[in-house]
Every structure is written in structure tokens, then in C-alpha cells.
């Protein structure tokens, strides 16, 4: 009974003290505030965008290249201007925020997934699984992010006809930035589990006769997901950037399902012929979103980590 209070004590502390920095910090409360903004957007996009960029009948070409409503030329139809095509730029903003968010929640997931597991199995059971993962990690972590994302696409344009790789191009992208996400994941997944399996618990359940599989899910992985979860975090907006640059290498999602990558490309195009908006609000709009990220997982961290409190 003591000790169950005790334990509840110390929970209600920690949330107090995660309250009490979120609160006592402006920076991280408007972090928030943007991330939360951004996030309602891209899920309620069709609630949200003024038009629809994908919908060919909102589409005309009459209403290209109109500056913001600030401009002398612009008009309230399109607060942020418009590209080309014709197509309102707030909105496809939004639409490209909505795709960018998707392949960098699924790809940090995938690589949690992958990390995850290979760092339990390394550290748990070391020996030979732990050398083979541990090389594998190596290896991996020897290739910057950038050319792991170029290899798996070209791999997957040499193989599959362009209207397959077309349709597959952002479960390819996804790939590709798990890949380069989950060795950091496995590293750190792999010395918390080597620290918790020496503890008197696992010990205990070990003497109980339970099986490895059950104190690795039940016992060391609910004790190692703090940090998961901080660098889940922080490799979000790691994702979402790596994700920009292939759209604007021109390797990421089609040009279909235009992401704020796609945007900036086909905004700089237009760079020094005077439309600077078509590249200027979607940069603006994916700095925000990295930096809001980043600035969540730095108190995340802060959070999690007893050094720190």
C-alpha cells in the first residue's frame, strides 16, 4: 500500500514538473501552438482549404500567378496567391502539408518498428544476433540518409514499370526514410535493454519461469520506450525535411499529390521572374513545422530524462 502511493506521488511530480516546464517556457508553448495548428489543418484539409488544388473544375487558368491579397493585384479568392495552374496556393499548401505529415508519422513508425525490435533482440540476447544486428547498423548508418532514399528509388524505377513505381512512390519514399531512420533507434534501444536485463525484476521474472519473449514485451521494452520516444520526436521533423528534399530532387511523391517539397520546386522556378511567393510561403511553412517539431522533442527529452530534472 506504501508503495503504491508512493508511486502515484511520484507520477503526479512528473506530470507536475512536464506542466510546470511546458507552461514556464513561451517558446515551447508557441511550438505547440504552431505543431497543434498545422496538424488540425492537414487532417481537416478538405474542412479547411478555401478550394480544392486536386479538383480539375476549380482549376482556371485565367487566375494564374495572382499575388497575395497585400499586392496590388491580388485578390481575397486567394489570400496566399496563386501557382501556374491556377491553383490557390493556401490550400495546396495545406494539402502539402497533409502529405508531407503522413510520410514522416509512417516512416518514423516503420523505423520505432524496425529499431525497436533489432535493438531488443541485440541487447537482450547479445551474442551472435547482437554482432549481426550491431553490423547491420553499421553499415546502415555509414550511407547518409540522402543517398539510402536515392538507392532504394532508383532500385525501385529499375524494377517496377513507371505506372507501378508511380503508384507506389510514397510507400518507396516511406521505405527509404525508415531505412535511414532505424539505426539510431536500434543503438539506443539495444543499451537500455542491455542496462535493464541485469535488473533484479527481469531477474525475478526469469527465476518465475517466464520466457524470454514475455519479459522482453512485458519487462524491458515498457522501460525502454522513454528515449524511443524522444528520438521518435526529434527524427519527425528529420523525416518531414528528408522527405522535402527528395520531392525536390524530384524522387519523392508524384507530382499528383504535390507535397510542400513539390512545392518548393515548382515555386523556385519561378524564383527570379518576380512570383517569389510560390516558393517563399511553402518554405516558410515547412521551416515552421520542423522547427515547432524539434522544439517538442527538446522538451520531450527534458522531460524523460531524470538527469535532467
Known amino acids: 500500500m506504501i508503495a503504491r502511493r508512493m508511486s502515484g506521488l511520484l507520477s503526479g511530480l512528473l506530470r507536475f514538473s512536464a506542466w510546470h516546464k511546458f507552461v514556464s517556457s513561451p517558446v515551447?508553448?508557441?511550438?505547440?501552438?504552431?505543431?497543434?495548428?498545422?496538424?488540425?489543418?492537414?487532417?481537416?484539409?478538405?474542412?479547411?482549404?478555401?478550394?480544392?488544388?486536386f479538383d480539375p473544375l476549380s482549376?482556371?487558368?485565367?487566375?494564374?500567378?495572382?499575388?497575395?491579397?497585400?499586392?496590388?493585384?491580388?485578390?481575397?479568392?486567394?489570400?496566399?496567391?496563386?501557382?501556374?495552374?491556377?491553383?490557390?496556393?493556401?490550400?495546396?499548401?495545406i494539402y502539402g502539408t497533409r502529405i508531407s505529415m503522413i510520410v514522416g508519422f509512417v516512416s518514423v513508425s516503420l523505423a520505432v518498428l524496425i529499431g525497436l525490435a533489432g535493438g531488443l533482440a541485440a541487447g537482450y540476447f547479445g551474442g551472435i544476433c547482437d554482432a549481426v544486428i550491431m553490423r547491420l547498423v553499421d553499415i546502415q548508418m555509414t550511407f547518409p540518409a540522402i543517398m539510402v532514399a536515392l538507392l532504394v528509388d532508383g532500385?525501385?524505377?529499375?524494377?517496377?514499370?513507371?505506372?507501378?513505381?508511380?503508384?507506389?512512390?510514397?510507400?518507396?519514399?516511406?521505405?527509404?526514410?525508415?531505412?535511414?531512420?532505424?539505426?539510431?533507434?536500434?543503438?539506443?534501444?539495444r543499451a537500455s535493454t542491455m542496462v535493464e536485463k541485469n535488473r533484479?525484476?527481469?531477474?525475478?521474472?526469469?527465476?518465475?519461469?517466464?520466457?524470454?519473449?514475455?519479459?522482453?514485451?512485458?519487462?524491458?521494452?515498457?522501460?525502454?520506450?522513454?528515449?524511443?520516444?524522444?528520438?521518435?520526436?526529434?527524427?519527425?521533423?528529420?523525416?518531414?525535411?528528408?522527405?522535402?528534399t527528395l520531392s525536390f530532387l524530384g524522387v519523392g511523391v508524384p507530382i499528383t499529390e504535390p507535397s510542400l517539397g513539390t512545392l518548393i520546386r515548382i515555386g523556385n522556378n519561378f524564383l527570379?521572374?518576380?512570383e517569389r511567393w510560390l516558393v517563399v510561403f511553402p518554405g516558410i511553412t515547412l521551416a515552421l513545422l520542423i522547427v515547432a517539431v524539434n522544439l517538442l522533442g527538446d522538451w520531450l527529452r527534458d522531460v524523460l530524462d531524470p538527469k535532467l530534472r
Open 28 to 53: 515551447t508553448v508557441a511550438a505547440a501552438i504552431v505543431a497543434s495548428t498545422m496538424i488540425i489543418c492537414a487532417l481537416f484539409a478538405p474542412l479547411v482549404a478555401p478550394h480544392d488544388p
Open 59 to 93: 482549376i482556371d487558368l485565367m487566375n494564374s500567378l495572382i499575388p497575395p491579397v497585400w499586392s496590388t493585384d491580388g485578390s481575397w479568392s486567394f489570400i496566399l496567391g496563386t501557382d501556374d495552374q491556377g491553383r490557390d496556393l493556401l490550400s495546396a499548401i
Open 155 to 189: 532500385i525501385s524505377r529499375g524494377i517496377l514499370p513507371k505506372d507501378q513505381h508511380d503508384a507506389l512512390a510514397l510507400f518507396v519514399i516511406v521505405l527509404s526514410l525508415a531505412l535511414s531512420i532505424w539505426p539510431q533507434v536500434a543503438r539506443t534501444v
Open 200 to 244: 533484479e525484476y527481469v531477474q525475478a521474472a526469469r527465476v518465475m519461469g517466464c520466457s524470454s519473449p514475455v519479459i522482453i514485451l512485458r519487462h524491458v521494452m515498457p522501460n525502454v520506450l522513454g528515449p524511443v520516444l524522444v528520438i521518435a520526436t526529434i527524427n519527425l521533423g528529420t523525416a518531414i525535411l528528408g522527405e522535402a
Open 272 to 274: 527570379f521572374s518576380g
